[in-house]
């Protein structure tokens, strides 16, 4: 039974169509990200979803329930920004504390407790939010959204403002908040890493449609299409006849063949090549290194296409530019688009 | 949000009502020959003008007045111009205190600024109370605000302080550095300031009632007596002096508007 | 260094007017106020009299309360009204609102005797609405009286509300609308939105806007010369008549009831900033 149902949504604003008739669902306390470039309606799917945009047509159910032309305030889902959005005359108490406040429950105090002590902000109760980092408004604004128990938890970008190594920390704490409270979760991001890293289902949105959906280790090696393939990681991407001139022969009924740059194996071509059993096999020459801490990453000329190739970075010398190498490709990790 | 618009639009509408009505109704009596009853003039006439525009006593006001504004303006201009700009440059560490003393007249009423300058020149060593003197000189200083943000925020706009820096290292010397780079630059800013100041100068009443009174009659004096003889030519007058400020803000709006640069 | 403070004597010399002006016609005043506000009315002893003689008058007294009662009422007014009026004119785009600023800019010019002297020729005696409506039979206006209490508020009022909008519509922009938006996610309705989060933080800018209503509204003095005379026990006209009329002049008395005008502005704003802090606690 889906959790989160959204059916055949459409949106346009004015001529351009920003939702093309999306379909989306989730399992109960599932963690799903969107993932896309600006523009693709990622954001507007979200806010279609929390009610703060209305939906030209289409249908969405949270719980069994229809919930297409609710107010927000009735849909009992929660929403976290990009620009935190705290209130900006109320503690950090007081933030956490409104949802509840305006509900008039009771239990408020101990709640709210609870949920400091969840998000580790013990000590900064009576805080402004003007007097707190950017990861601990952001905590705020995660508390303050899940205190009142939504049914579903939105987040836009969540962590895109701010730096690298509070954003990884800030991760974990959502994954870990989120497994606890098996929370069902609709995350919105542009960046790859993130959206492979925390979620168990990941949507690719592209020009208003969701083009490929599954658990990210799938998504990343097989990539249903060209643009997905070019999107999900550095695949090499190229035309059928580009890949006839690298590797000296034909590709059965494919216009275009992607190769993860992991999966080429190179080698200096002075050593003799053992190249495995059914294999394409060509040679090349390196052009240009990317030392990224432990990934070597290699620009290789070919007869085709230059390709990139990524080799752990173990105690072999790196090739320097120049370098002539031989190449191989297993069949099996050919991916073929027809 | 759509249906909320309909709230707007009523409370805007009931806001323009109340706000133009006055304006509309002083424009119509100043044209009515006769308007005593009826909710539209009975009929229409320009005779008000005409009387108007005959009275030599209204240019005469009307000619102080610009006379007075004419000198209190470029005084404030020909101070304060090299003032905030000496400040700025030689003495940034008494800004604030120019700020103090240039922002102070708006808290100021004019009867409390009246009330001194009355003891201080009715009499005494420097008789200048009933003399037009009086009137330019505190009406430089009730423009000061005005002269002072002006001119500050068009030095800071245009960066004047690195402009004379960079002036001088090719070999100006301050002065024609202020001269042929500042003074460009920041003249839109003055001109919005000389606007704000002559549209705020020709509706003053009480410090020329009070510190000159009759003995020399602005327009603004010269309403006031006219108001109780007749309601429609008092209307004409108003509605001619209306006329004159409304100019003044649409030629502010308008060099607002190219004097900086683009706003979101 | 001596090369400096050469260079430095020109500009300084250069700054003689504007200190010779300031002193002589803004600061200079003020203090020969205060001074004149501790002499006796001979001018020869220094002393607390004039003060007395103010807060043992009940006509003073009554002028003082009659002008701080007329401010409040009509600051109050115009701070709601405008507060209202702003925030539908945020609402619209950018052509529309300019034009609309601007509408309001020129309103808030109109005030001072042509303002009162419309109200005289629209609401006055044999005003054109009064007739009017004495005409059709409608009595709203039978009762009411320009040249009054209420007249003085409903005049003060008109050119307020403009100037407010002008001074507060900015303040709105301030609103985030993510705000609105995780308010609304929240469960809080319009109305909850706005006393919780809207209100408190438009209140600096109302509170201000407040203030600089009400100082102006206590020193007006040409709206009301023209719409009341000396009919009307208004300080602002006190203070003239002291100083400037052609009955008997007690200028020293005039410079208390000024420098009391002064204290009243003065504590108003700090008054003002002080409850500020109090509610939002979060600007200390």
Known sequence: MNFVAVEQIQKSFGQQTVLDRVSLQLKKGEFATLLGQSGCGKSTLLRAIAGLVDVDGGRIFIDGREITHEEPRKRKVGMVFQSYALFPNMTVEENIAFGLKMKKDRDAESKVRRMIEL?????????????????????????????????VLLLDEPLGALDAKIRHNLQNELKRIQRELMMTTVFVTHDREEAMRLSDTVHIMHEGRIVQSGAPQDVYASPRNAFVAEFIGNYNVMSAEQFARMAGGEVPSASQVAIRPEVICMEPSEAEPQPPGDAWSFRGKVCDITMMGNVLRYEVTTDGPNLLVDQLHRNQAMLPPGTPVRLSVARSELILYP | MKRRMGMHHFITGIMLVYLLLPLLATLLFALASKWSVTLLPESFTLRWFAELFQDKRFFLAMGRTVLIIVLSVALGIAVMVPTVFIVSVYFPRSERFLQAVAMLPFGIPPVVAAVGLLRMYAGGPL??????????????????????????????????????????????????????????????????????SVAMLFGEFALANLLVGGRFETLQIYLYQKINKSGHLGSAIVVTYYLLIVLITWALLKTGKSGHLSRR | MKKSNHRRQYPLLLMLPFVLLVAGFELGPLLAMIKGSFLSDDGGRVTLEQYVTVFQSKYYVQGIRNSVMISLFSAGISIVVALFAAYSITRYSGKTRDRLLMIANMTSNFEGIPLSFSYIILLGNNGLFTMLFARWGWDVLAGFNLYSWTGLVLVYVYFQIPLAMLLVYPAFYGIQKEWREAASLLGATSFHFWRHIGVPVLLPSAAGTFSILFANAMGAYATAYALVGSNYNLISLQIASLVASDVALRPNLGSALGVLLASIMIATMLLNERLLRQWRRDLR
């Open chain 1, 119 to 151: 998000v580790h902000l013990n000590g900064k109760e009576k805080a402004y939010p003007h007097q707190l980092s950017g990861g601990q408004q952001q905590r705020v604004a995660l508390a303050r959204s899940l205190v009142v128990e939504p049914k």
């Open chain 2, 127 to 196: 008789p200048l109370a009933g003399t037009p003197w009086i009137l330019i000189f505190t009406y430089f200083v009730a423009t000061l605000p005005f002269m002072y943000q002006g001119i500050r925020n068009s030095l800071r706009t245009v960066n004047a302080i690195e402009l004379v820096h960079a002036a001088e290292l090719l070999g100006a010397n301050k002065w024609t550095a202020f001269r042929k780079v500042v003074l460009p630059g920041i003249a839109p800013g003055i001109l919005v300031a000389v606007l704000l």
